[in-house]
């Protein structure tokens, strides 16, 4: 089967860093990608994993280990306009993109 | 370039009309999908194309549900007869590749009274 988990809600202070959690268990993997949404908006991407480790870009980096079927997003120096819905997406079999149901996060002054 | 253009942006119907949804991908992108978004159950794919073809439907609801694309620039997504299940946001995305960073259309947020 195909199972993505995230949680469902966070909320953090501006300035301040989060970490986003995601696990995963897919038929098939070749690749994890990091989406944001703000709200009303078009997903966009942030970052992509297919290897174990830290990808940095930014005050975004994301973590992946495939032997957990686990990843993160770290977002750094919070700023207010980070307030939205951060989707983690796993890449299965055939390119297809399973997406979980995003953690809606609020970026608190 | 311009990205991916979805038409129309805000579309209400009655129960049982037809509603069409239209794509013009990224110029050049090989590799279109269908995705439909709910609060219930999040970002769904329908269908995905490869150069034209239709590859994976799996994910269509059911007959209602047809998606077309006669050439490099134009896909459709038809649903008749409509219900009220089927308000959503549908999204369309392209890429190059298939395996690459899929770019989304800003969506048809689709209301079925």
């Known amino acids: 089967g195909q199972n993505i988990d995230q949680p469902t809600e966070m909320t953090a202070t501006e300035g301040a860093i989060v970490q986003i959690n995601c696990t995963y268990q897919?038929?098939?993997?070749?690749?994890l990608f990091w989406y944001q949404q703000h709200a009303g908006e078009a997903p966009t991407f942030l970052s992509y994993n297919v290897l174990d480790g830290l990808e940095e870009k930014g005050r975004f980096s994301s973590f992946l280990s495939r032997s957990k079927g686990y990843s993160y997003l770290l977002l750094k120096e919070l700023q207010m306009k980070d307030s939205a819905s951060y989707l983690c997406a796993v890449e299965g079999e055939g390119g297809k993109l399973i997406f979980g149901q995003g953690t809606e996060l609020s970026v608190k002054p | 370039d311009a990205g991916v253009i979805q038409s129309p942006r805000h579309e209400v119907t009655e129960m049982g009309q037809e509603v069409t949804l239209r794509c013009k991908p990224i110029?050049?992108?090989?590799?279109l999908f269908w995705y439909r978004q709910t609060m219930m159950r999040g970002l769904e794919l329908l269908i995905y194309?490869?150069?034209?073809?239709?590859?994976?439907d799996s994910g269509m609801p059911e007959d209602r549900f047809s998606a077309k694309m006669p050439n490099a620039s134009f896909s459709t997504l038809k649903i008749q007869p409509s219900e009220p299940r089927d308000s959503a946001v549908y999204f369309c995305?392209?890429?190059?590749?298939?395996?690459?960073?899929?770019?989304f259309g800003p969506g048809t947020r689709l209301l079925v009274l």
């Open positions: 897919t038929s098939g993997f070749n690749g």
């Open positions: 194309f490869n150069n034209n073809v239709p590859i994976d």
């Open positions: 995305a392209s890429t190059l590749g298939g395996r690459e960073t899929q770019y």
């Open positions: 110029s050049g992108h090989d590799y």
